[in-house]
């Protein structure tokens, strides 16, 4: 992986229409394209790591110019990928969003993200998602092989609420078939154990060069699902809407049925 410094014009992203999965206002991504390299994200089709290097003095400026609100930290790019121990791009935000006074939302699959939980205690309304599509490390190794395994994962959520830091799942994306209702059930179960506060949940979408890699690694890994995710997703990138209606049913009920919230 190649590591190379970009300065950039502007940082913060606006959220023009109500964000009703993440519930924020803006998204900043300390890196542009990431290293953990999970193959059902596009966001890792690039070997090249950009590092925004005036990322403090820029942001500072930007947040003068807006009323408070609640950023999105990692919206594309995970803010905890290996570039963050080097780099503390990602500490630095928050060092700069707690000055500011803003709040903000981290997504990322990584337990670096406790490495900053002296700042995140200190940020008004803070949120952390972290990230978990299956708790089976054999599907896990294959589809994120750079990133923590489950366990730890889980662990980062109880480590995150016992220093009062508002934390939850995110099960995106859902890979039909391979993730069923009872590894859903599984996840969310383990997850209200270590005190996670809510699920959010989102189909696997599929979009240009991405759709030919996935179904590679069906081909590789899951040949028998081939066919069934050719029929599932039928010359689209988003799956069939009765599916995604019929999955959303039963991932509601099963948050209703573990009494956790299903929304921020």
Not at 27 to 38: A, H, K, L, R, V
Not at 221 to 242: A, G, H, I, Q, R
């Amino acid at each position: 992986m190649q590591y190379k410094t970009i300065n950039q014009d502007f940082l913060l992203n606006k959220i023009t229409s109500t964000d009703r999965l993440f519930a924020g206002d803006y998204t900043i991504d300390p890196y542009q394209n990431c290293e953990f390299g999970c193959l059902y994200c596009d966001s890792s089709l690039d070997k090249t790591i950009y590092v925004k290097s005036n990322i403090d003095y820029l942001l500072s400026k930007q947040l003068k110019k807006i009323e408070k609100s609640t950023i999105i930290i990692g919206s594309v790019h995970d803010p905890y990928q290996k570039a963050e121990e080097k780099f503390m791009l990602t500490r630095n935000i928050l060092k700069t969003i707690k000055k500011h006074g803003f709040s903000c939302h981290i997504l990322t699959k990584s337990d670096l993200v406790l490495r900053d939980v002296d700042v995140l205690s200190e940020i008004n309304d803070c949120m952390v998602t972290i990230s978990i599509t299956s708790l089976d490390d054999s599907i896990v190794s294959i589809f994120e092989k750079n990133v923590p395994f489950p366990n730890r994962r889980l662990q980062t959520i109880e480590k995150l609420s016992k220093n009062g830091i508002k934390a939850g799942i995110a099960i995106i994306p859902i890979l039909p078939f391979i993730v069923d209702n009872k590894s859903l059930e599984e996840i969310i179960k383990e997850s209200c154990k270590k005190k996670a506060q809510y699920v959010l949940y989102k189909n696997l979408e599929l979009k240009g060069d991405q759709k030919n890699i996935f179904f590679n690694v069906l081909k590789n890994f899951y040949p028998d699902l081939v066919n069934k995710y050719e029929e599932l997703y039928n010359d689209s990138y988003m799956p069939k809407k009765t599916f995604v209606k019929n999955l959303n049913k039963d991932l509601y009920n099963l948050c209703k049925k573990y009494k956790i919230k299903n929304k921020i």
